[in-house]
C-alpha cells in the first residue's frame, strides 16, 4: 500500500500584529524525515519507521513549521497547502494519507487552516482513502477537521512528551481503518472552557490517565481532550473533547459528554497558579537550596510572544540578585554587538524592550561576553531545535543572560549549558517559556514557580479581548452552559 505523509505546523496569536511570512518557516520539500530525524522531521520518521517496517510504499511531502506569531501571509500559506495536495495528486492512487498539523494555525482569510486542509485532501482523494491527523493538544478542533479526516488525535501531554506515543496511535487506528478492521466514529463536547491545564500536577495527571485507560475498550478506540489555544481568536477557540468509537455516535458523544463534565468539575483544581514577579522571588530567596526556576509565561515565544521582555530582568537586577540565568531573549542587535565585540570584551549593553508594548523598556547593563556559538541549539525528549547564534553575556552581579537569534521557546536545560552556563549553581533560573520547560527543568529545581507579568500572552483568562470567539465561556462568565438550560 502507498502512503503519503506530510507536515504543516505553526500556532497563530491573532492578537499579535506581526504577520508569519514565508522566511518564518523551516521548510523541506519531501525528505524531512530522513534529513532531520531528530528535529522537525522527528514525527514524521516515526511513521516512516511503522510503515517501512508493515513493507508500505512511502511518500513523503512538505514538512514546514513556524515559532507562533500572527496570522500567517495567505499566499504562503495558499502555497504550502497546494504543494501538499500536489503531492497527494501526484502520488495516487493511495491507501492513506497522514498528517501531522497543529490545529491552530489561522492564515489572513482563513480561521481554520487545518479545517482548509483536510477537506481539500479529503475532496481530493475521495472517500475511501483513510485520513489519520495528530494534531497539538492547543488545538482548535472544528467540525471540519472532523468531517473531513477519519482518525484525528492530540498530544495528551503538557508539556507535549507524548508526540511519538500520538504517532503510533494515529498510524495504528489509520491502519486498521485501511484494513476495515474498524469503522471510527468521533464526536465532539465543547466544553466552554478558556484556559491552560498543566498535566504534571493533579487533578489532570489522574484525568489523562483515565482517558488513557478508557481506550482500546468497549468499542472506544481513542480519548482526545484538545486545550485550545487561549491567545487565537477564532469562532471554534477554547477546550474540547473528543473521542473516537468504533461505529457507534452515540456511544461517542455520550463519553464525550462525560469526559467534558468530569472536566467542568475539576475547573477551578485544575487552574495553574501564578505568582507575581516579587512573590516568586521573595518565595525563593526564603526557601534553601536551588535553581529556583521561574517560567516567564507572558513572554514565551511559544505562543507568540517577541521573547524580550525584562520585567523579571529589571526586578533582579534591582533587588541586587545574583546567581541567576535568564534567557532566552530575543534581541538581535544586541547579538550582533557582541559578535563584533567579541568574547572577554566588557562594555555598557541594552538588552531586551525592543519588539512591542509588550516587552517592557529596555534595561542598560554592563556585561561581559562569556560564550558566543553561531550554531546554537537546545534538545528535549530525543530531539533537536535550532536556536541560530546563542550568546552568554554576564553583569558584574552575577547574572547570566542568555540571547539567542532564532525566537525559540527554551525547553531544555542545554539551552543554557551548551554555552557553559552551570545551572547547578545558580539559586534562579528564568526561562521564557509556559510550560514546555517542564519535562527538563522540574527534575533539577528546588521549586518552579510559573511567574505573571504584563507580557504579549497574560494568562488573564477571563479578559482576553475575544471578537469572534463567543464571550459565554468561563472564566468570564461563572456557567457558560446556563443559556443552553
Not at 137 to 166: N, S
Not at 215 to 224: H, I
Not at 228 to 235: E, H, I, R, S
Request: aromatic share 8%; hydrophobic share 45%.
Amino acid at each position: 500500500m502507498k502512503i503519503f505523509f506530510a507536515e504543516l505546523i505553526t500556532e497563530t496569536n491573532t492578537f499579535v500584529s506581526t504577520p508569519t511570512g514565508a522566511d518564518a518557516y523551516l521548510v523541506n520539500h519531501g525528505d524531512a524525515s530522513t534529513a532531520d530525524p531528530e528535529g522537525m522531521g522527528a514525527l514524521l520518521a516515526a511513521w516512516r519507521r511503522m510503515a517501512e517496517a508493515d513493507g508500505h510504499e512511502i511518500v513523503e511531502g512538505l514538512c514546514a513549521y513556524a515559532q507562533p506569531a500572527g496570522a500567517t501571509v495567505q499566499v504562503v500559506y495558499d502555497g504550502f497547502a497546494e504543494e501538499i495536495l500536489a503531492g497527494i495528486r501526484q502520488a495516487m492512487p493511495l491507501g492513506a494519507v497522514l498528517l501531522f498539523l497543529h490545529g491552530a494555525m489561522v492564515a489572513e482569510s482563513i480561521d481554520d487552516c487545518e479545517g482548509d486542509l483536510l477537506q481539500r485532501v479529503r475532496t481530493l482523494v475521495g472517500p475511501d482513502v483513510a485520513i489519520g491527523v495528530e494534531l497539538d493538544l492547543h488545538c482548535h478542533f472544528t467540525e471540519r477537521m472532523r468531517a473531513a479526516a477519519d482518525v484525528i488525535v492530540c498530544f495528551k501531554e503538557y508539556p507535549h512528551i507524548d508526540g511519538l506515543d500520538r504517532a503510533r496511535e494515529v498510524y495504528d487506528l489509520t491502519m486498521r481503518t485501511v484494513r476495515r478492521e474498524i469503522r471510527p466514529t468521533t464526536a465532539t463536547h465543547d466544553c466552554r472552557m478558556v484556559g491552560l491545564w498543566h498535566t504534571t500536577r493533579e487533578p489532570m495527571i489522574g484525568f489523562v490517565e483515565r482517558m488513557k485507560a478508557l481506550e482500546g475498550r468497549d468499542g472506544v478506540l481513542s480519548v482526545s481532550f484538545g486545550h485550545g489555544f487561549p491567545w487565537g481568536d477564532t469562532a471554534d477557540s477554547g477546550g474540547k473533547v473528543w473521542a473516537i468509537t468504533d461505529g457507534d455516535a452515540d456511544q461517542a458523544a455520550r463519553l464525550a459528554a462525560t469526559l467534558g463534565r468530569e472536566l467542568w468539575a475539576i475547573r477551578d483544581a485544575a487552574r495553574p497558579v501564578n505568582n507575581t514577579i516579587d512573590e516568586a522571588i521573595d518565595q525563593a530567596l526564603s526557601r534553601p537550596g536551588g535553581p529556583h526556576v521561574f517560567a516567564d509565561v507572558a513572554d514565551n515565544p511559544g505562543g507568540g510572544a517577541p521573547s524580550d521582555s525584562t520585567f523579571i530582568l529589571r526586578a533582579l537586577v534591582e533587588r541586587g540578585i545574583g546567581d541567576v540565568a535568564i534567557g532566552a531573549f530575543w534581541d538581535i542587535g544586541a547579538i550582533q554587538i557582541c559578535r563584533e565585540a567579541g568574547v572577554g570584551a566588557r562594555f555598557d549593553l541594552r538588552v531586551g524592550g525592543k519588539v512591542s508594548k509588550a516587552s517592557g523598556d529596555p534595561l542598560d547593563l554592563t556585561v561581559t561576553v562569556r560564550a558566543i556559538d553561531e550554531a546554537h541549539w537546545q534538545s528535549s525528549q530525543g530531539m533537536r531545535g535550532p536556536m541560530g547564534t546563542g550568546v552568554w553575556i554576564a553583569t558584574d552581579d552575577g547574572i547570566d543572560i542568555l540571547l539567542a537569534s532564532a525566537r525559540d521557546q527554551v525547553i531544555g536545560t542545554d539551552a543554557f549549558t551548551n554555552l557553559g552556563i552551570d545551572l547547578a549553581t545558580k539559586k534562579i533560573v528564568v526561562v521564557k517559556s509556559t510550560q514546555h520547560f517542564h519535562a527538563e527543568y522540574a527534575p533539577i529545581a528546588a521549586a518552579v514557580h510559573y511567574v505573571s507579568t504584563p507580557g504579549a500572552i497574560t494568562p488573564d483568562f477571563a479578559h482576553i479581548p475575544y471578537r469572534k470567539r463567543s464571550l459565554e465561556y468561563w472564566p468570564r462568565v461563572a456557567d457558560p452552559f446556563a443559556s443552553l438550560a
